[in-house]
């Protein structure tokens, strides 16, 4: 079934709309997912009575409402045969694209529209405290007032004792994100300089082993990122369509104090575990329905929120063997000059963090057709983006070609 998928559908058309703190008019959440999508619409050269199936992310957490669907697809005013959000939290991105791939093949739709929206960033006065609220366990863990990087300190951790990785290694991380940021003119940390690896490990101890500078800022704005999808047969009627290869997703959790009750899975092993996560079993999904490997990709994305997840990722996207992600950083591997063009706006540690975002595969589809709003990855064909959420409990992996193999 995977390598019929394979290239079946494209991406058609993108509609994107921002919001800063300092604009003149702040949009809400709403307001930015209606203009994406509209532009979204206009751009793909379609009426709205032709977008059979709408997919949204969850509901932002700037504008709570009991079906989101329905009250961005009422602005729209749009009649989806097909619609729903997809939950699984920061995956669920990606998750939107990967239904809509779905749908267009069943020939019940033609077109489907997927966006995801967030303005935590101006809207929302605690969005530390929230945000740590609706990923603990609301009786055994939130009772304790964890917050959300003391959750994520766990894995680190343990990650760290039985690998062997090391602080240097995870601020390594963090130096070439920032590179990456400052060529980007949305990044949240364009204005902040360069750091160094001395400079993340002598930034404040948030939750050991993380410091300020391994943790993801908050983007200081709201974005939504809206898709236009359909299946290949209608896709070459529009110019320039990029094709959606492979993908894969996994959710093995929602508490990180219940992951250890998990085992006996293919993705923990037979013992209970903290360190392994279905991030594998997605990019393992997502290589072999696209017929690629990890050689062939050019350029990554991924939505990891500290540094070490990074270092984890790179391991189970398959660049590097388990246990080796720090030595691999530390080789020059992901370097700004010469490695591997990763995280291409500064990922979420230097872009900013922006809760179901679809906007890593917006500048990834940039980048491979030579697009890009910052520094442009040269001969860029093939693109990898990664979507997390929850403490590591729901991955999404999503492979973007040029060409149609």
């Known amino acids: ?34 203009i994406a999508s509209s532009r979204a619409i206009q751009n793909a050269g379609i009426k709205r009575r032709q977008i059979g199936a709408f997919f949204t992310g969850r509901c932002p957490t700037s504008y709570r409402t009991l079906q989101y669907n329905q009250t961005l697809l009422n602005e729209l005013k749009i009649a989806p045969v097909f619609n729903t959000e997809v939950t699984a939290h920061g995956a669920g991105a990606l998750g939107t694209i990967e239904l809509a791939v779905l749908a267009v093949n069943s020939g019940l739709v033609d077109y489907a529209l997927c966006v995801t929206n967030e303005a935590s960033g101006v809207w929302l006065k605690d969005k530390v405290g929230q945000n740590a609220a609706g990923e603990s366990n609301p009786q055994f ?48 940390m364009r204005n902040r300089g360069a750091i160094t690896i001395e400079d993340v490990l002598n930034s404040r101890m948030i939750a050991s082993p993380l410091h300020l500078l391994d943790c993801a800022v908050n983007y200081p704005g709201g974005i939504s990122t809206a898709f236009i999808i359909t299946r290949a047969e209608l896709a070459h009627n529009h110019s320039n369509p990029t094709w959606i290869a492979g993908f894969g997703q996994q959710t093995t959790h929602e508490w990180i104090s219940e992951r250890m009750g998990a085992y006996d899975l293919d993705v923990i092993g037979h013992e209970p575990n903290l360190t392994n996560t279905g991030c594998a079993t ?79 595969l917006h500048e990834t589809i940039d980048q491979i057709w030579g697009q890009a709003e910052g520094r442009q990855v040269p001969d860029a064909h093939v693109g990898l983006v990664h979507g997390h959420g929850g403490i590591l409990a729901s991955h999404s992996v999503m492979i973007v070609s040029r060409e149609r193999a």
């Not at 939130?142 to 300190?153: D, I, Q």
């Open 141 to 188: 863990e939130a009772p304790y007032g964890p917050t959300t990087p003391s959750l994520y300190a766990q894995v680190a951790c343990r990650y760290l004792h039985e690998y062997g990785a090391t602080s240097e290694m995870m601020a390594k991380v963090a130096v070439e994100n920032r590179h990456w940021a400052l060529t980007h003119p949305h990044a949240a």
């Open 1 to 34: 079934m995977t390598g019929k998928l394979g290239y079946s559908a494209a991406i058609v058309s993108i509609g994107r709309c921002v919001t800063k703190r300092d604009d003149a008019a702040i949009l809400t959440a709403l307001q930015l997912g209606a």
């Open 282 to 360: 997605a990019a393992r999904q997502a290589y072999e329905m696209s017929g690629l490997k990890p050689d062939d990709i050019d350029i990554v994305q991924t939505s990891a929120p500290f540094s070490f997840v990074h270092l984890m990722m790179l391991e189970e996207l398959g660049f590097c063997k388990k246990g080796e992600g720090g030595p691999f950083v530390m080789d020059g591997h992901i370097d700004f000059d010469g490695g591997l063009p990763f995280n291409t706006m500064g990922g979420y540690l230097s872009f900013g963090q922006m809760a179901q975002g679809l906007y890593n």
